[in-house]
């Protein structure tokens, strides 16, 4: 099944620990994003990556990192994650933007 | 940075109804993208319409797009209460990035 994977869907984590969250696509999509959704704010975007080792900020990439050292796999890095990073994750893909995204089911991440 | 932003922000209507949302945009785009997200689950994209089309049709969804007022809207027409969800429009400037309004919350009631 075409899909775009990320992992954990859930996680609690405390202030300045280090940790990533794994995002895959099985259908060699050259375009993936990285997006934050938080009530009131919709959705904004963080990085996005237009191929392997092509990547860029979008609105709002303080504090994340990104890589895509391979095309399926594009992973977020919070280096020292800070209460204000407490949201609703989604990555997303595409192989052509013109033909809109798949996204993946989200990751709610909470920072205390 | 954001831009489309939709009206209304909640709507609800009856089974049966047909529901609007309008979406507002400030720059000049390739294409607007309409997209549903049920409850705290991930997006899921409905209809894209481009810069020089001015209306599009997808089963009981219809787009319209007017470039010259930066609007667009989507029609459900009779809608069931599995149309329940929030909808987003999404705006593409031609830079490979979407940037995506508030979002419209529809309740359909049985």
């Not at chain 1, 992992?7 to 794994?22: A, D, E, H, Q, S």
């Not at chain 1, 095309?71 to 609703?88: A, C, D, H, M, V």
């Not at chain 2, 993208?33 to 409850?39: A, D, I, L, M, P």
């Not at chain 2, 029609?75 to 995506?100: H, K, M, P, Q, V």
Request: net charge positive; hydrophobic share 30%.
């Amino acid at each position: 099944e075409a899909q775009v994977t990320q992992n954990p869907r859930y996680l609690i984590t405390v202030t300045g620990k280090k940790l990533t969250v794994t995002c895959s696509q099985n259908m060699n999509h050259e375009y993936m994003s990285w997006y934050r959704q938080d009530p009131g704010l919709g959705l904004r975007q963080i990085y996005y990556s237009m191929n392997v080792e092509v990547t860029d900020k979008g609105d709002v990439p303080e504090g994340y990192k990104v890589s895509r050292k391979e095309k399926r796999n594009f992973p977020l890095i919070l280096e020292s994650p800070s209460p204000n990073q407490t949201s609703l994750y989604f990555c997303a893909s595409s192989q052509n933007p013109l033909y809109g995204y798949t996204f993946g089911s989200g990751t709610r991440l909470t920072v205390v | 940075s954001q831009q489309g932003e939709e009206d209304p922000q909640a709507l609800s209507i009856q089974e049966g109804e047909n529901a609007t949302m309008n979406c507002s945009y400030k720059t000049s785009i390739n294409n607007l993208q309409w997209y549903r997200q049920n409850s705290g689950r991930g997006l899921v994209h409905l209809i894209l319409i481009r810069s020089n089309e001015r209306e599009k049709h997808s089963g009981r969804l219809r787009v319209t797009l007017d470039t010259s007022k930066k609007s667009s809207s989507l029609l459900i027409t009779a809608s069931r209460a599995a149309d329940t969800a929030s909808y987003f429009c999404a705006t593409d400037e031609g830079n490979n990035r979407l940037a995506f309004g508030k979002g419209n919350q529809v309740v359909v009631i049985p």
